[in-house]
């Protein structure tokens, strides 16, 4: 899926997106779901980071499919061309449709700080996963822990390992 389609379809569902560092993290998870949003992440201070999506959520905000709330310079909402972007990616949002709405209904809610913690804490068990290290609860909330806290403390931390693996997007074997 495209960044634009993926943020035209983000602003027009929850109405608002609550910053960049949201919109990073709502790619990331939704690569976590399934949905195919080609951009690299490394660890950044406030959790997993693209620089490339960075730059796309640039200019999906020059190209006015999002634009700024005049009181608030973080808050994004739909900008004039959000329709046009939802109709050129409408295919790509039906192919799509199942892991989206899940998507919205776990994480639609959240504050940028909370999806901040649930998106680092999937990146490091995703890591921990590749480089064929150890991958049990403990293991991943304390390297979580190592990277987030004291910013979250252990309760948040585990929080979100536990929904993640409910959810099915942390694999706990």
């Known amino acids: 899926m495209e960044a ?3 943020a035209a379809f ?5 109405g608002q997106i609550k910053g960049k560092k949201a919109f990073q993290k709502f ?3 939704a690569k976590a779901h399934g949905i195919s ?3 690299a ?3 950044h201070y406030y959790g997993p980071y693209s620089e490339t999506l960075a730059e796309e959520f640039d200019d999906i905000y020059r190209e006015d499919v999002v634009d700024l709330k005049k009181q608030n310079d973080y808050i994004y909402v739909k900008g004039s061309k959000t329709k046009e972007a939802l ?3 409408q ?3 039906k192919d799509h449709q199942a892991p989206l709405e899940l998507l919205l209904q776990r ?6 700080r909370e999806l901040e913690i649930y998106s680092t804490t999937h990146f490091v068990w995703r890591i921990q996963l590749i480089f064929k290290r150890p991958t049990d609860r403990n293991t991943i909330i304390e390297e979580t822990k190592k990277a987030k806290f004291p910013k979250f403390n252990i309760h948040e931390i585990e929080r979100a390992y536990d929904d993640l693996v409910e959810w099915g997007l942390i694999n706990s074997k």
């Open 37 to 39: 949003i080609n951009h």
């Open 27 to 29: 790619v990331y998870l």
């Open 41 to 43: 992440y490394k660890m």
């Open 4 to 6: 634009k389609t993926f």
């Open 10 to 14: 983000l602003v027009d569902s929850l």
């Open 107 to 112: 994480f639609g809610h959240m504050t940028p």
């Open 87 to 89: 109709t050129q990616g």
């Open 91 to 93: 295919e790509e949002i």
